[in-house]
């Protein structure tokens, strides 16, 4: 066994020879695809490409190749398109959360303007488009449907919940569409463009969106349990930033007395250090935490249980062992 592949998944050296070969296929095809005339275009371009990440939805797109033919043209091709996807995102994204850094370095939006980190995100979907349009049509209607399910998960967090919606189911909602919408794409593309079976390709799907969710969620939990930088970003930057993630909703959708200075808390302005400090603590005890380890393990549980369906290949084990991952990440 090997863990020459991301998040140290297990897999038997052949499947992990490939991925590395792979990956560096995609690396280059990321490179050569942001290149433009425009000195300016290109260097805001880098600016994220070069910045690493975990290239997660690419590795899925190749893992998920492992049900069919790996060596598809349009595999490499299809796992540059849904990562110059999600850094077109993650330019705006930060304009519209206003945010000051991105990967450990400063963002596009402060480091230019946000009119330069706007066109720079069109622009790295526009070259996702051209590579994609070499995928074939149905390629094209899979990436447009994701692409206005994110567009909708956004807008359905920026408005929030409506006089009458149910918070959780909302907030769940929101996971599914602004961030697990792609990640199922990846594991799609990855079977569909190997030629794999109609069952292998919505199986995969299904599972992948909800490793995506539960992602999303172990995140949720590792900005509040976490003592370091574990989730990638300050721990309590979300109740800071007033964003009711999964641990918050548990919690306000508690009545029982014990609860009631937190619950007060979580309805107030935490921007202040001291009762951020303080709501931070009360929340790390709470038994919302469990609660929300427990949602992150169903979640893992139901996908782990779709992939058992399929074909009893090496990329199945890699696939479960993800499902393992997700879990153990939030100790």
Not at 116 to 134: E, K, M, N, Q
Not at 156 to 170: F, I, N, R, Y
Request: proline share 4%.
């Amino acid at each position: 066994m090997n863990s020459g592949v991301p998040f140290g998944l297990q897999v038997d050296e052949a499947l992990a020879a490939d991925m590395r070969e792979r990956l560096s296929e995609v690396e280059r095809l990321l490179t050569e695809s942001i290149a433009s005339e425009d000195p300016l275009l290109t260097e805001a371009s880098r600016h994220l490409v070069e910045a690493g990440g975990k290239r997660f939805r690419p590795m899925l797109v190749l893992l998920a190749s492992h049900f069919g033919d790996p060596a598809a043209a349009g595999v490499v091709p299809a796992a540059a398109v849904v990562e110059l996807t999600h850094l077109a995102t993650l330019y705006h994204d930060d304009v519209m959360d206003e945010a000051t850094m991105r990967r450990g370095e400063v963002s596009a939006n402060t480091r230019w303007t946000n009119t330069v980190a706007i066109l720079t995100g069109d622009y790295l979907f526009a070259r996702a488009s051209d590579l994609l349009a070499d995928l074939g049509p149905q390629a094209v209607r899979i990436q447009a449907r994701a692409f206005a399910r994110l567009v909708r998960g956004q807008m359905a967090e920026t408005t929030g919940p409506g006089a009458d919606a149910d918070p959780l189911k909302h907030y769940l909602q929101v996971v599914a569409d602004k961030t697990a919408s792609l990640i199922a794409v990846s594991g799609q593309f990855g079977a569909m463009l190997a030629g794999s079976s109609t069952h292998v390709v919505d199986t995969v799907t299904s599972a992948c969106e909800k490793i995506g969710v539960a992602f999303q969620l172990s995140d949720d939990i590792l900005d509040i349990a976490s003592e370091s930088d574990q989730s990638g970003k300050t721990p309590g930057t979300d109740l800071r930033e007033g964003v009711r993630t999964l641990p918050v909703l548990h919690v306000l959708s508690t009545t029982d007395a014990e609860s009631a200075r937190l619950r007060e808390l979580l309805e107030q302005d935490l921007t202040d250090d001291t009762l951020h400090a303080e709501a931070l603590e009360l929340l790390r005890a709470h038994p919302a935490m469990d609660r929300a380890r427990a949602d992150l393990r169903q979640w893992a549980e139901d996908a782990r249980g779709e992939l058992l369906t399929l074909p009893d290949v090496p990329v199945r084990q890699a696939f479960t062992g993800l499902c393992d991952y997700v879990v153990s990440r939030t100790g």
